[in-house]
């Protein structure tokens, strides 16, 4: 990230760099775990893969947990390592993301 940003004020940000400065934000205070809902949403495809890296990055080097509320399949499964997929508000699937590769592949 651009560290002038830190002297913009926050009005004359993009939508991705404002998501990203609340996102850094939230990961200054070093969580147990972070709790993210559509992050993504409304980005380009370049804000929204600079976020999700940043989120990946975080997960990894600090040993947090991470629940990642998306209605992007492709979004899920590339932060996740378990994935549960809800329809009309209840539970439909659940599993390790290994396993529903696997899954998968043996169904095509």
């Given amino acids: ?5 830190l002297e913009t004020p926050v009005r004359q940000l993009s939508g ?10 939230a990961i200054a205070v070093e969580p147990d775990y972070l ?5 993504t949403s409304g980005l380009d495809l370049i804000s929204a893969d600079a976020v999700l890296t940043l989120v990946e990055n ?3 080097l600090s040993g ?8 992007s399949r492709k979004d899920a499964m590339r932060i996740a390592n378990r994935i549960i997929i809800m329809r009309e ?6 599993g390790y993301l290994i396993d529903q ?8």
């Fill in 1 to 5: 990230m651009d560290y002038g940003l």
């Fill in 16 to 25: 991705g760099e404002q998501r990203r400065l609340s996102l850094l934000r």
């Fill in 35 to 39: 709790i993210m809902d559509e992050v």
């Fill in 58 to 60: 975080f997960v990894k």
């Fill in 64 to 71: 947090s947990s991470c629940i990642f509320i998306t209605h």
């Fill in 89 to 94: 508000g209840r539970i439909a699937e659940q």
């Fill in 101 to 108: 590769l696997s899954n998968q592949k043996g169904q095509g």
